[in-house]
C-alpha cells in the first residue's frame, strides 16, 4: 500500500459524458501527478500540482483539466469522453515539486496509487 | 520533446535465466529512476540512479547508468516467477526544473517456472 488513494477504482461511461477521478496523496505530500496509461501509449505524464498550484504540464487534453485543493487531494476531470480515452488512470505523489524545493541533488521517487480504470462505452 | 524507449518490449524466459532491459534517451538525463508494475497493479518504485555511470545492486537486481546519462539498463540475474511485470525506467530531463518524469515504454518480463 502506497499511501495513496484514488476513487473510484472503476467508472464505465458514454462518450460525450463527463467524470470526475479524485486523489488524495500520501500524508505529508504536496506534490501530486496525474498520469494515463493505456495499451498503446504506455504511461503518459499528464499534470503536476504543488501545494494548490499547477507545477507542470504534459500531454493532457484540453478537454481534461485538473486542481488540487487545498487539502491537497487532487481531481481530474475528463470531458467530452471518447472512446480513446478508455485508460488506467494513475495518480502519484511525492514530498517535493522539485530539486529546488527539496534542497536535494536527488528528485523525490514518485508513490503511486491503485488507479482508477475509466471505459468509455 | 524528450523520448525515452526500451528494449525488448517483452521478454518470457525460464526461471533461473537471466534478464536485463535497456532503456535509451532523446536527451541526456539528470537522473533515471526504475519502476516495476505488476499485472493488474501500479507501478512501485525501484531505485535513482544520479551519477555518470552509476552501478547500484539490489539483492538479483543490477541498475546501470550510462556514462553519458542518456541510457541505462537493468538486468536481473537467476529470474524467479515473482520478477513477473512490466519494467519501467523513467528520466528527467538535465536541467528539468520540475520532477516531471519521462516513462520508458517499458519491458514486460514473463518467467515460466
Known amino acids: ?121 | 520533446g524528450q523520448q525515452v524507449m526500451q528494449i525488448p518490449q517483452y521478454q518470457h524466459v525460464q526461471e533461473g535465466e537471466d534478464f536485463t532491459t535497456y532503456c535509451n534517451s532523446s536527451t541526456t538525463l539528470s537522473n533515471i529512476q526504475w519502476y516495476k508494475q505488476r499485472p493488474g497493479g501500479h507501478p512501485v518504485f525501484l531505485i535513482q540512479l544520479v551519477k555518470s555511470g552509476e552501478v547500484k545492486k539490489q539483492k538479483r537486481l543490477t541498475f546501470q547508468f550510462g556514462e553519458a546519462k542518456k541510457n541505462s539498463s537493468l538486468h536481473i540475474t537467476a529470474t524467479q516467477t515473482t520478477d513477473v511485470g512490466t519494467y519501467f525506467c523513467a528520466g528527467r530531463e538535465y536541467g528539468g526544473a520540475t520532477n516531471k518524469l519521462i516513462f520508458g515504454t517499458g519491458t514486460l518480463l514473463a518467467v515460466q517456472p
Not at chain 1, 498550484?53 to 478537454?63: D, H, Q, Y
Open chain 1, 1 to 121: 500500500d502506497s499511501g495513496v488513494t484514488q476513487t473510484p477504482k472503476h467508472l464505465i461511461t458514454a462518450t460525450g459524458q463527463r467524470v470526475t477521478l479524485r486523489c488524495s496523496p500520501r500524508s505529508g505530500d504536496l506534490s501530486v501527478y496525474w498520469y494515463q496509461q493505456s495499451l498503446d501509449q504506455g504511461l503518459q505524464f499528464l499534470i503536476q500540482y504543488y501545494n494548490g498550484e499547477e507545477r507542470a504540464k504534459g500531454n493532457i487534453l484540453e478537454r481534461f483539466s485538473a486542481q488540487q485543493f487545498p487539502d491537497l487531494h487532487s481531481e481530474l476531470n475528463l470531458s467530452s469522453l471518447e472512446l480513446g480515452d478508455s485508460a488506467l488512470y494513475f495518480c502519484a505523489s511525492s514530498a517535493f515539486p522539485d530539486r529546488a524545493t527539496s534542497g536535494r541533488a536527488e528528485y523525490n521517487e514518485q508513490f503511486f496509487g491503485p488507479g482508477t480504470r475509466l471505459t468509455v462505452l
